[in-house]
């Protein structure tokens, strides 16, 4: 298994999570990004800055995730593409998105992006809650102990 992060929009705080996971199970990490970022030292994680462009680090993502990765990203198509591949993708609000329940979510984006090209104010996501933060510490310490 290798852990893909769509980093460019990934809180800090599932970042330090991430690291945190990593190092402990030994579990290669990549963060892609646009911009540079900094990532603990460490023999297991590192991180990929691809050229700025819509979509670029989720195409890069989507073109090295292998069957059995695990890709973390709020970014519905991108979620999509993982699972096309085989891959797991997971939430950083703790939702592991599957083949069972991507459509709907792409639907659901779809909806809201119309609703909002017509003028209707949707808002944003709410602010990463300790809930969420728990959440998602609980659906990536289950999908790495299924590895072991």
């Not at 298994?1 to 460019?8: F, G, K, L, R, T």
């Not at 090209?117 to 998602?136: H, M, V, Y």
């Amino acid at each position: 298994m290798h852990i893909w992060v769509d980093a460019d929009a990934c809180p800090a705080v599932i970042k330090e999570i991430l690291f945190r996971a990593a190092e402990r199970r030994q579990i290669p990490l990549t963060l892609v990004a646009n911009k540079p970022l900094r990532t603990p030292p460490s023999r297991v994680i590192r991180s990929v800055q691809v050229s700025s462009g819509f979509d670029v680090a989720d195409d890069h993502i989507v073109q090295q995730a292998q069957a059995g990765d695990l890709v973390i990203t709020a970014d519905i198509p991108l979620a999509a593409g993982a699972i096309e591949r085989g891959a797991h993708a997971l939430s950083p609000r703790g939702e592991l998105y599957t083949a069972d329940n991507i459509r709907e979510r792409l639907t659901m984006r779809d909806f809201m992006s119309q609703l909002r090209e017509s003028g209707i104010q949707t808002g944003g996501p709410a602010a990463l809650s300790l809930a969420d933060r728990q959440a998602f510490a609980n659906q990536l310490d289950r999908l790495l102990a299924r590895r072991t």
